[in-house]
């Protein structure tokens, strides 16, 4: 059995839908255990997320980057950086925000940015561009043509209806590749990765 914890933050329920979807998608890979923990309580505690193979992590774009409680979950992992304890875990992660672009990539940046200060290693959204040709759907998965994460783009004026179905589709798209990948992981022979700090390549 494989585990994948949702970590998110939500501000008015958009995140939330696309946390539940990123879920389901795991779930729907047989020998996955998948959980959503709110970004507040992992701040408080963020050791016991050690215990999942993988982590998903997803907040609203709020001002060009990630939500502040979000923020805050994420600089309560430093502890956890200094001693390199999710070395080698799987992460992956996704974002909403209110315009089409609204500079949500900077969010996943971030959120990749984090992942690879802690060593661990980045699952991306592995679906072509669904918006890119002028005769797609405009409801196809992955319609906003992201590659590093699951994006969604929510009509603010709308409440949670303004959330799209295929952005949920999307994520969860996410979810089963990223258990799809901790099993893969989980089946992979461990190989030391210490560098000898001394030896140079022979020339
Ligand atoms: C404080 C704040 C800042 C925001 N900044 C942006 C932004 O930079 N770009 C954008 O497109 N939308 C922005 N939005 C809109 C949110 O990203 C959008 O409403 C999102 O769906 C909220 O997700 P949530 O319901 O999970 O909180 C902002 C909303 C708030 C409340």
């Not at 996943?108 to 200060?117: G, N, P, R, S």
């Not at 002028?134 to 709308?158: E, I, Q, V």
């Amino acid at each position: 059995m494989t585990s994948v914890g949702i970590v998110y933050h939500s501000g008015f329920g958009h995140t939330a839908a696309l946390a539940r979807a990123v879920g389901e998608g795991a779930l729907s890979v047989p020998g996955t255990a998948a959980r959503l923990v709110f970004a507040e309580d992992a701040a408080r505690d963020p050791d016991a997320l050690g215990a999942y193979d993988a982590l998903v992590l997803g907040c609203p774009t709020y001002m060009a980057g990630p939500s502040a409680p979000f923020k805050e979950f994420l600089d309560a992992t430093s502890a956890i950086w200094l001693r390199q304890g999710w070395k080698d875990k799987l992460a992956a992660g996704f974002t909403t925000s209110g315009g089409y672009s609204g500079d949500k990539l900077s969010t996943l940046t971030q959120l990749m940015l984090f992942a690879m200060q802690h060593g661990m290693v980045w699952v991306g959204l592995g679906l072509p561009d669904g918006g890119g040709s002028g005769t797609a759907p405009p409801d196809s998965l992955n319609r906003l043509g992201a590659y590093a994460g699951a994006m969604a783009k929510s009509d603010t004026d709308l409440g949670l209806e303004g959330t799209h179905d295929s952005d949920v589709a999307t994520a969860a798209a996410l979810g089963r590749r990223v258990a799809v990948c901790a099993q893969r992981w989980q089946r992979e022979p461990v190989v030391s990765q210490k560098v000898p700090q001394t030896e140079r390549p022979a020339r």
